[in-house]
């Protein structure tokens, strides 16, 4: 079914899977559970596994196996609640070639195909912190209907971008709370100047920041890295403390 999993023996996903089963899926058929990504991180795999894809398939099979997409089922629905940096990824490095047949493999987390009533299975989503309904200007919470449909249709949040580069230059540590790197994202939304057209000409951090080569390295331009300086003094610093990874002056 898919160039990248095309060894797996895994069946493709029915709507009746219950949890704990591994299955494969189309990525067209998942629907995203959040607003935005940052471009950033999503922009380095995506070059990197494009670069894979090419030069060394059977690696980036073997990344995708081992790395199952956590799903909900309801109905004709098959709600993406985790990875979704890497599936969107996964679709800008290969959607021209592949099209609809890049798949991943899926692990059943609920089929709530039982649930008749729309608050009780969002609520029961948002309780679970399988939901985050927040757009990428950090406005919210939005009605869950107005999610994206699809994996292509999520926008970049410019913070989302600085928080990944942040942690990437070990600012915080990676952290399993829920939605870590949003509330990081949050948190710099409220105090660091992202929009940096008087000096760059450009409208977002994500415009004049960085750039990342077809390898897949990010190098900052000389305007990214004065953000990301900023941005680096405000992590460790007293008004940081209780974000999920905070490490506070070394």
């Known amino acids: 079914m898919s160039k990248l999993i095309c060894k797996s023996n895994h069946p493709v996903c029915p709507k009746d ?21 940052g471009k950033a991180e999503v922009e380095i795999k995506s070059k990197r596994m494009k670069h894979k894809h090419k030069h060394n398939p059977q690696k980036l099979h073997d990344y995708l196996v081992t790395r199952p997409v956590p799903v909900v089922i309801r109905g004709n629905k098959f709600y993406l609640v985790d990875h979704h940096h890497m599936v969107r990824s996964l679709h800008e490095a290969l959607h021209a070639e592949l099209g609809e047949k890049i798949c991943v493999l899926v692990e059943v987390v609920w089929n709530a ?3 008749l009533d729309d608050v009780y299975f969002w609520r029961t989503m948002y309780e679970r912190n399988w939901v985050y309904l927040y757009e990428r200007d950090g406005g919210g919470p939005q009605p869950p209907k107005s999610l994206p449909k699809k994996i292509e249709d999520m926008q970049y ?66 305007d990214g890295e004065e953000v990301v300086e900023d941005a680096m003094n405000l992590v460790r610093s007293p008004e940081a403390h209780g974000l999920p990874g905070y490490i506070g002056t070394r």
Do not use: C, M, N
Request: net charge neutral; proline share 6%; charged share 25%.
């Open 17 to 37: 899977a219950q949890p704990g089963g591994i299955h494969q899926l189309p990525i067209s058929k998942l629907s995203p559970t959040q607003f935005a990504v």
């Open 113 to 115: 195909t039982p649930v």
């Open 157 to 222: 949040d410019a913070y989302r971008s600085l928080a990944w580069i942040i942690r990437s230059k070990q600012g915080y540590i990676k952290d399993d709370a829920p939605f870590a790197e949003f509330r990081w994202a949050d948190f710099f939304r409220k105090r660091v100047l992202v929009d940096k057209d008087v000096l760059a000409g450009k409208s977002s951090f994500d415009d004049f920041a960085f750039i990342v080569d077809e390898q897949g390295r990010l190098e900052l331009t000389g």
